[in-house]
């Protein structure tokens, strides 16, 4: 599975947009991004997928590039509730591929009033 | 609504005795589930899978002895953190696969005194 490289902290101020980076250089033709996030004490929750093109729902935008290197989650307009560690994986489009998934140190977002 | 429920929430417990943690997949039947350990400030940490039938999987370094996993039903995954001592003490969590969409219980937070 492709590793991913995210910045360990990101401050963000509360009605202003959060971009989170996530590079992906070893990603293959067939992987997805996936994002998700944990809110402390609780457990992961899915934001979003997506393969090559933008991506939107009523959580947030993925934008990956042309290449699929890499990769931006967008909170177009954070609130306190989305403080909470973001993950970025890489993962392909078979049930096999989900197996031993495994979570790297992520994204801690802090959104300040 | 969720659909991987996991309980208890947090509980907690003295040490040597024992604590058993359950995760459903509420609407659907997963053959697979798999639990992980989230010390404070670190990542998630896969432990073991949990395969429905048979003998669970574990992860280098966990204790298969210490920790029981039984999977006897198509929705029903439970772990049993035997003879608990205070380094036991963790948020739990638990994720079961529905296809290529992965669902996190709620997490379960052990404190052993």
């Known amino acids: 599975d492709a590793k991913t490289t995210q910045p360990p902290s990101m401050d963000c101020a509360e009605g202003r947009a959060a971009n989170l980076p996530c590079n992906h250089s070893?990603?293959?033709?067939?992987?997805?991004v996936y994002w998700y996030r944990q809110i402390h004490s609780q457990g992961p929750q899915y934001i979003i997928h997506g393969l090559k093109n933008n991506e939107t729902n009523e959580m947030a935008s993925l934008i990956i590039t042309e290449d699929r290197k890499s990769s931006t989650l967008i909170l177009p307009h954070a609130t306190l509730r989305d403080t909470a560690v973001y993950y970025c994986?890489?993962?392909?489009?078979?049930?096999?591929?989900?197996?031993?998934?495994?979570f790297g140190a992520g994204t801690q977002v802090v959104v300040t009033p | 609504g969720a659909v991987v429920s996991q309980h208890p929430s947090r509980v907690i417990c003295k040490s040597g005795t024992s604590v058993k943690i359950e995760c459903r997949s509420l609407?659907?039947?997963?053959?697979?589930m798999f639990w992980y350990r989230q010390f404070p400030k670190q990542s998630l940490m896969l432990m073991a899978t949990?395969?429905?039938?048979?003998?669970?999987?574990?992860e280098q370094g966990v204790e298969k002895d210490k920790f029981l996993i039984n999977h006897a039903s198509l929705t029903l995954s439970t772990l049993t953190v035997t003879s608990a001592h205070p380094e036991d003490s963790s948020f739990y969590i638990c994720?079961?696969?529905?296809?290529?969409?992965?669902?996190f219980g709620q997490g379960t937070r052990l404190t052993v005194v």
């Open positions: 994986i890489v993962r392909g489009m078979t049930t096999d591929s989900w197996g031993k998934l495994q």
């Open positions: 994720r079961a696969q529905r296809g290529t969409e992965a669902f």
């Open positions: 609407d659907f039947q997963a053959t697979t």
């Open positions: 949990s395969n429905e039938g048979s003998k669970a999987t574990y």
């Open positions: 070893t990603i293959s033709g067939n992987e997805y």
